[in-house]
């Protein structure tokens, strides 16, 4: 029999959308060691800071909904989120100690440089979707049509900064330096994040924007409201992505629907995890997988879809990034 819950700890299993895999969630919790339900004000950390993203994305989002979630199940007497640049921001905030908790790509946690014995995962918590945003009447269909044009490639310390000229490499695309004009061949690329690149693209100072996020994006959303856009077919790439990384990315289905009057579209998708630092104690990584698998219903952001979104494929498929011993115990309780 299990021992019953502590006050202020996660509690039974809430309803969940039905995009959510509750009988993975169900089965786990059920065979979760008892030692991840017992939980005192008196041995969890006082602060925990959750590295998050730009205002607008995916990123900040949810970790404001992780924080508060840590917070008022007890997992922490205080938590908060932070708003960074994205994903290399935020494995800089982990490995500087500033963070306990950050959300990056699969692809940014692999890098190499820096101590990656630093950094380990406690799971992929969703797939993120990279968005290549044009605006309908620029007559940009595909990739190559990108050449000779201004491109936001993501602000520095962004996840987007990273994956982008990956991306365009792959396309055989050269890159102008930043401020330059574009050249044939190349797309010149700004360094702007999501609100400063959608800003752009509505000014016509740019002609493409990328960003690596979930669906829908709630600025990208907001946008269409206001300038017609579409968004391009980047799986394609994938052949060649593949060739040169690994197989960390995957060929993802923007839904119809998810932007209004923009019709679906096949896109490269990538790994989202959350990462803690590999030093981060055991019970406070115990008691915050036990908060995803009992409370998932509470940190998914009101603007998405849930599109694979803490399922049982994908909580436990981190990319090759490590998973903290602590975490890796409770999911191998449930794999044997």
Known sequence: MREPLAPGCPGPLPARRSVLKSAFAVGLAAILPPALSACT????????????????????????L???????????????????????????????????????LADAASQPGGDTAEVAAIGKVYENYVHCVVRKDSGIRDISGLAGRRVAVGQPGSGTSLTTPRLLEAAGLGTSTEGAAPAAGTAAVENLGL?????????GT?????????VPTAAIAA???????????????????????????????IPEGSYPGIP????????????????LDNTTVERTVQLLVHNAGELIPQSTLGVQFLSAESLINTAGVPLHPAAADAYRALHG
């Open 41 to 64: 004000g008196s041995d969890r950390p006082e602060n925990l800071v959750v590295a998050g993203g730009e205002p607008g994305g995916f990123y900040l989002e949810f970790s404001t």
């Open 66 to 104: 992780l924080a508060a979630a840590l917070e008022r199940h007890g997992v922490a007497a205080h938590a908060r989120a932070e708003a960074t640049g994205g994903s290399l921001d935020n494995i800089a905030e982990l490995r500087a100690g500033r963070a306990a908790f950050a959300v990056a």
């Open 195 to 203: 609100n400063d690149g959608i800003a752009a693209l509505k000014a």
């Open 206 to 214: 740019v002609e493409a924007l990328f960003w690596s996020g979930g």
């Open 223 to 253: 946008a269409q409201q206001e300038v017609a856009l579409g968004l391009l077919d980047l799986s394609g790439l994938l052949p060649e992505l593949r060739r040169r990384y690994g197989g960390m990315y995957d060929r993802v289905l």
């Open 264 to 279: 679906a579209v096949w896109t490269v998708g990538a790994p989202n995890l959350l990462l803690c630092r590999r030093d």
